[in-house]
């Protein structure tokens, strides 16, 4: 049984830029959180994706957004990046029957210039 | 606007003694309650879980109680060993948000050999 995992786990992007995050559910996971952490603090909800569609959404502009695959795999994307934009991002899979624990990834380390 | 609330960002605690980490939250639709412990350049790893039909939930030297009536809740871990330093998040979720979770600030718990 395979965590998750995400890729890359560092970037560097200048402001304006476009990026993309990807993730690795955990196998037999359908569902999947981004999340958003800040220096200092606790991870923050982006948006939630059950079987390819999103299934909840944090406070966080369309600018953020998001993919799920039929494979469970998802990609983060952030268009027009800003300075605060710079954050740990984390990925973490569910069972979504029912609710139960989040198991995170490593995360990416995002930092904007 | 926190939902979830870590007052103290650090502690610091004796090997072999009781370490007590604390959380508040605000929002009485919360119903289940979680712990990850983080260590640097690592995503959170899930420690122990509690619902609201309980008061206390206990797995090896990891204790979480729940009060709900004063919206708080805390882990305990006896005894506290050297591995355990490590920054500690108490999240939080209702039923009708599915595995949307609230995020407290995190209390960086350092034990002493």
């Known amino acids: 049984e395979t965590g998750v995992t995400q890729s890359p786990t560092h970037l560097i992007k200048t402001r304006g830029q476009q990026v993309t995050l990807r993730c690795s559910s955990q196998?037999?996971?359908?569902?999947v959180s981004w999340y958003q952490q800040a220096l200092g603090q606790g991870p923050q909800f982006i948006f939630q994706?059950?079987?390819?569609?999103?299934?909840g959404r944090g406070n966080f502009p369309p600018r953020f957004s998001g993919l799920q695959f039929p494979n469970y795999s998802s990609e983060l994307n952030v268009n027009a990046l800003e300075l605060d934009d710079s954050a740990l991002y984390l990925c973490?899979?569910?069972?979504?029957?029912?609710?139960?624990?989040?198991?995170f990834g490593q995360g990416t380390r995002l930092t904007v210039v | 606007d926190q939902q979830v609330k870590q007052n103290s960002p650090s502690l610091s605690v004796q090997e072999g003694r009781i370490s007590i980490l604390n959380c508040d939250y605000t929002?009485?639709?919360?119903?289940?309650f979680l712990w990850y412990k983080k260590y640097p350049a690592e995503g959170p790893t899930f420690l122990i879980s509690?619902?609201?039909?309980?008061d206390k939930n206990e797995d090896g030297r990891f204790t979480v109680f729940l009060n709900k009536s004063a919206k708080h809740l805390s882990l305990h871990i006896v005894p506290s060993q050297p591995g355990d330093s490590a920054v500690y998040f108490c999240?939080?979720?209702?039923?009708?948000?599915?595995?949307?979770?609230?995020f407290g600030t995190g209390t960086s718990l350092t034990v002493i050999p």
């Open positions: 999240a939080a979720s209702a039923w009708n948000t599915g595995n949307q979770f609230y």
């Open positions: 196998s037999g996971h359908n569902t």
């Open positions: 994706y059950y079987r390819e569609e999103e299934n």
């Open positions: 929002n009485s639709m919360f119903d289940y």
């Open positions: 509690i619902s609201s039909i309980k």
């Open positions: 973490a899979s569910s069972l979504m029957a029912g609710v139960s624990e989040a198991f």
